[in-house]
Nanobody, 118 residues
Framework: QVQLVESGGGLVQAGGSLRLSCAAS????????MGWFRQAPGKEREFVAH???????YYADSVKGRFTISRDNAKNTVYLQMNSLKPEDTAVYYC????????????WGQGTQVTVSS
């Protein structure tokens, strides 16, 4: 099973930017779909974005045009560039891996906190 470690979270003012990283170890994730999810206090975890092995991307409507997901297969790492941050983006952000030809994310990181102040 792959191990995923997120980093790059922190406190930022509204309108600011952060870049999250998700470093994978244990096996290559170059063929996986990699996703970012987030969970705000008192809310359910929600999908943010994913990137497939062929670099196709998909975003939740709430982040479209502001967030960009990318991957560096040489580093076995996935990124989430977050721009124009809003207070409602405050959440714990998790990355997850989904093996090719499967429908479930089966590996999850421990999360990184993002707090956006108004």
């Amino acid at each position: 099973q792959v191990q995923l470690v997120e980093s790059g979270g922190g406190l930022v003012q509204a309108g600011g930017s952060l870049r999250l990283s998700c470093a994978a170890s244990g096996r290559t994730v170059s063929r996986d779909t990699m996703g970012w999810f987030r969970q705000a206090p008192g809310k359910e975890r929600e999908f943010v974005a994913h990137i497939t092995w062929s670099d196709s991307t998909y975003y939740a409507d709430s982040v479209k045009g502001r967030f960009t997901i990318s991957r560096d297969n040489a580093k076995n790492t996935v990124y989430l560039q977050m721009n124009s941050l809003k207070p409602e983006d405050t959440a714990v952000y998790y990355c997850a891996a989904r093996k090719v030809y499967t429908t479930q994310y089966d590996s999850w990181g421990q999360g990184t906190q993002v707090t956006v102040s108004s």
